[in-house]
């Protein structure tokens, strides 16, 4: 995979990091693959903005290691890491709301990215249902960085999840739409973010022109 290392953007790691990563893109076989998943997950929670990458780099990883049938290290170490971090989501949404947006982000990045025969894993499906449902709970609608991440989220894997699992996006719904209409304390950018999101969901997953220049002025205002 030497050729496509120079398309990942990682010139915003450290030069420990840069350097798994391109080595494990370059030969996954010549690198610990278990490192190279703690690092990834590490790097993950410590900056949203590097989830997409990650993704990529995660599926990149995965569809190598898929030449050899009997070679499933990074995607086993990944998933296991994945699910450590998630039993612990509560105690790290109490020590740092930031870190947790982050693991939504990563968690939701990894279902977006990783497929089984172009569906989604489905052990991945109940637990992003589950850190969805933990961001429309009061005391996250009253926080703008968890209801940003949950509009983020629908956005990009609301229409992948409704079709793996159609009864709990309604239940997701009929909670978040409670929480639009009945939480206090909302700030206006919540609202705004909230209705959107019902909206984009009422509509097929889509807005319509005219929906998205209103939301879209109004979010740049």
């Known amino acids: 995979m030497d050729s ?3 398309e990942y953007k990682l010139q915003t790691l450290d030069a420990g990091a840069q350097n798994l990563l391109k080595a494990a893109l370059k ?7 278990e490192k190279v998943a703690t690092a990834i ?12 990458e990650a993704g990529r780099i995660c599926y990149a990883l995965i569809q190598e290691e898929a030449k050899d049938a009997n070679r499933t290290v990074f995607r086993r170490n990944l998933l296991t890491r994945l699910q450590q971090e998630f039993t612990v989501r ?10 947790w947006v982050c693991l939504v982000n990563f968690i939701c990045t990894i279902f977006d990215y990783l497929k089984v025969n172009n569906q989604p894993m489905a052990a991945l499906v ?7 449902f933990r961001l429309v709970q009061p005391d996250a609608l009253t926080n703008e960085e968890e209801v940003d991440c949950l509009a983020m989220q629908l956005h990009r894997i609301g229409e992948q999840l409704e079709r793996a699992e159609a009864g709990r996006m309604d239940e997701l719904f009929y909670a978040l739409r409670d929480g639009f209409l009945l939480q206090e304390g909302l700030s206006s950018m919540a609202r705004l973010l909230l209705l959107e999101v019902l909206e984009f969901r ?4 889509k807005l319509s022109d005219t929906a998205q220049q209103y939301y879209y002025s109004e979010v740049a205002n």
């Open 4 to 6: 496509v290392c120079v």
């Open 27 to 33: 030969d996954p076989r010549a690198v610990d693959l």
């Open 41 to 52: 997950v590490d790097l993950s929670l410590k900056d949203s903005s590097f989830c997409k």
């Open 90 to 99: 509560e105690e790290t949404r109490k020590r740092s709301v930031s870190q």
């Open 126 to 132: 109940q637990p992003v249902y589950d850190c969805l």
């Open 202 to 205: 009422a509509g097929g997953w």
